[in-house]
Nanobody
Framework: QVQLVESGGGLVQAGDSLRLSCAAS????????MGWFRQAPGKVREFVAA????????SYADSVKGRFTISRDNAANTLKLQMNSLRLEDTAVYYC??????????????????WGQGTQVTVSS
């Protein structure tokens, strides 16, 4: 069993930066594929970024590529998401997720088994 707790969300202005954290317990995060997803009001939960357990490969949604960076702090057993140049359309609840079986990265939310409670990110103009 893996427990995930997100933090770092908040209200920022367009163009600002924010860093999300996801503290994991129950497993060492370097041994599992993990990802970030987000869900805006009235929309389905969508893939943002993932990092694989093998090799640390990363993958990003086209909408965040070049602006967001996913990383692991193995010493703290924490997943990070650095978000730069935030846009109004980045407003959403951001969720951390972990997969029991994935070796590589995947944008498919059904392949992730464990989810955090989410943290709200609001970008204003």
């Amino acid at each position: 069993q893996v427990q995930l707790v997100e933090s770092g969300g908040g209200l920022v202005q367009a163009g600002d930066s924010l860093r999300l954290s996801c503290a994991a317990s129950g497993r060492t995060i370097s041994t599992i594929t993990m990802g970030w997803f987000r869900q805006a009001p009235g929309k389905v939960r969508e893939f943002v970024a993932a990092i694989s357990r093998i090799g640390g490969s990363t993958s990003y949604a086209d909408s965040v590529k070049g602006r967001f960076t996913i990383s692991r702090d193995n010493a703290a057993n924490t997943l990070k998401l650095q978000m730069n140049s935030l846009r109004l359309e980045d407003t959403a609840v951001y969720y951390c997720a972990a997969s029991r079986n994935l070796a590589g990265v995947s944008p498919k939310r059904e392949l992730y088994d464990y989810w955090g409670q989410g943290t709200q990110v609001t970008v204003s103009s």
